[in-house]
């Protein structure tokens, strides 16, 4: 598990990106154990409450199910549960606000097509 936080986002947020991540890139699969709230405290210097805060976002959101006296571990389906979420945090952040723009400047859409498939080849 990689960390380097950032200001722009409360480290709760970063923590549940951080094992998203990680359930993206195979590293954490279904039904493998997450890391402890502790284990996360100590790897990542933070307070344990903010850590919890981080899982229990992920508990909220489905993607960790909780074993009574045992951990979190991964839930079936959370890759792509993480992949949806994503695409549509994508689509509201950077699509929405390009197709936006593009309308107000008289960019048509086969014309936005374009330039995307240009940036592509750069």
Do not use: W
């Amino acid at each position: 598990m990689s960390f380097g936080f950032s200001d722009g986002k409360s480290i709760f947020l970063q923590i549940a990106a951080m094992i998203e991540n990680d359930i993206l890139r195979g590293i954490l699969r279904e039904d493998d154990q997450a890391p402890s709230t502790n284990e996360l405290a100590k790897l990542c210097n933070i307070n344990p409450n903010t850590a919890l805060k981080g899982i229990n976002m992920l508990l909220q959101e489905d993607i960790l199910y909780k074993k009574r006296g045992v951990g979190m571990f991964v839930a079936a389906g959370a890759k792509e549960k993480i992949l949806n979420k994503r695409k549509k945090e994508f689509s509201a952040e950077y699509v929405r606000p390009m197709m936006r723009e593009a309308k107000a400047i008289g960019i048509l859409k086969d014309e936005l097509i374009d330039l995307i498939k240009k940036e592509e080849e750069i």
